[in-house]
């Protein structure tokens, strides 16, 4: 079996030749500690971590390295200006690409908020959505047919990978995460008793757009996984009732 065959077939609840094996990515200050506690100095790429590790643990096969992928742009367009709006002793106030006002400390860039690079603690000021006014402001920046959101010349791209042999992934938010994103995470949960309207406004925004920006993407490519993250339980906790998501969350 090749990779995307084994995956498949696991998913399918089948019977590959072996289960795959997917860990996640260490980030920056992950991979210190790591090369702190003897992973040699050279190893930096995640592949070549999770080969060194597994390795270590008895492995004997070579993992498969995951081929192109067919990137779908579910973000906004065009993102926010990112700036630093004030500089304080040990902390700075910015302003990251979705909005967000925020305070983060000064051994970190704004690139930092964007992109998964390490860990960075914040406090919230502001972010994008407080009102029907700013949701409807931002509306624009979510257009599904905008060809930015697909890889230039997505026909080509898309035949390229047809005959591929490692599984494809097309990832989107779910709506919990999407809505937390423009409102922040307090003012979210609040806003399901305050106005459940304009949360179910929302999410069948969100659900539009989503739809409509797959439809774009499955004219030039089949994926073999659709991944939806849906951030919204912790340590303890869901972070809505089990009643809210099937109200809110589950027509979608």
Known sequence: ???????????????????????GAGRKSTLEAWHA???????????????????QAGGREVLPRAGNGFFVDQRMIPWFEEKVIERRERTQIVQDWKGNICEIGNEFTVEYLRDPIDFVTRAWIRCPVE?????????????????????????????????????????????????????????????FYDDPAFVEEMVEFWQWFVAELLREALKHVTPDVFYVSEDMAYKQFSMISPAMTRKFLLPT
């Not at 506690?37 to 060194?52: C, F, K, M, N, S």
Request: charged share 30%.
């Open 131 to 191: 009102t029907r006014h700013d949701f409807e402001a931002l509306k624009p920046r979510y257009d599904p047919h905008d060809p930015r959101r697909l890889p230039e010349q997505p026909q080509e791209a898309g035949a390229r990978i047809r005959e591929r042999d490692w599984p494809l992934t097309i990832l989107v938010s779910g709506p919990f995460w999407q809505l937390r994103e423009w409102l922040g995470f307090e003012p979210l949960c609040l806003l």
């Open 37 to 55: 506690q003897g992973l040699p100095a050279h190893i930096t790429r995640t592949e070549d971590v999770t080969q060194y590790a597994y390795e």
């Open 1 to 23: 079996m090749n990779e995307r065959q084994r995956h498949i077939e696991t998913l399918l609840f089948g019977e590959p030749d072996r289960i795959p094996l997917t860990p």
